[in-house]
């Protein structure tokens, strides 16, 4: 199946599932013109972390990940986006998306944080949730006292239809989350057009569109 979206080019892809060598290549290439000053033992500590996020993201089904580090109204703001595929048995995505709704009410209450969306390739239930679930460990702390970082997150459940990729019994599950919380509108927006631009097709066939960002999924 190819799955094509638009990300900004502000976002650093990570690359799920790569092997050691291409670690340090991707390292190198992420910290730009900062690796000519890297130590070899600083680029190789690079290269581990970097192997280490990457087989992660693999074994959770993460098929595009990335991060952010811009300024917003001149203040700092950082964010993290995943892109995964879960195996979801339904016979109607619109039957899938009602059910999905459902659990995360259930889970998280019906005060706004469950909502169902229409999109350009069909329907999908977006859940929103802030939590204190960071901790910057004490060691790195003026206090020596580990320190909760509030984040907040919004996550995108959609069910690939059967009309885009006959058989299909997939759901892609898109996950933005940040601790910039003020600058959580531009966020949003910025993942309401990734969502809006999601297209899909049957591997080795072209999608309606080609927006930037495409990647097949196996």
């Known amino acids: 199946m190819n799955v094509t979206f638009q990300v900004p080019p502000f976002f650093q892809e990570i690359v799920p599932g790569l092997a050691p060598d291409r670690a340090r290549t991707a390292a190198a290439a992420?910290?730009?013109?900062?690796?000519?000053?890297?130590?070899?033992d600083q680029l190789d500590g690079?290269?581990?972390?970097y192997a280490r996020a990457s087989a992660a993201l693999a074994a959770a089904n993460v098929f595009y990940a990335a991060t952010c580090l811009v300024t917003i109204g001149g203040d700092p703001s950082s964010g993290t986006l995943l892109l995964a595929r879960e195996p979801l048995t339904y016979r109607d995505p619109g039957t899938a998306v009602a059910g999905i709704g459902e659990v995360m009410a259930r889970r998280h209450g019906t005060d706004g944080a469950v909502?169902?969306?229409d999109l350009p390739c069909g329907q999908a239930?977006?859940?929103?949730?802030?939590?204190?679930?960071?901790r910057i460990p004490g060691e790195l702390t003026a206090s020596g006292e580990d320190v909760p970082v509030e984040v907040?997150?919004?996550?995108?459940?959609?069910?690939v239809p059967h009309e885009a990729v006959p058989g299909a019994q997939d759901m892609i599950v898109a996950t933005f989350s940040t601790p910039s919380t003020d600058h959580w509108e531009e966020y949003c927006e910025v993942m309401a057009a990734l969502l809006r631009s999601l297209t899909f097709a049957p591997e080795g066939e072209p999608s309606a569109s080609t927006p930037a960002g495409g990647v097949p999924v196996a």
């Open 30 to 40: 992420r910290a730009g013109s900062r690796a000519d000053t890297l130590s070899e």
């Open 46 to 49: 690079l290269a581990a972390e």
């Open 115 to 117: 909502r169902q969306w």
């Open 125 to 134: 239930v977006l859940v929103f949730e802030q939590s204190a679930a960071l």
């Open 152 to 159: 907040v997150q919004i996550q995108a459940y959609v069910p």
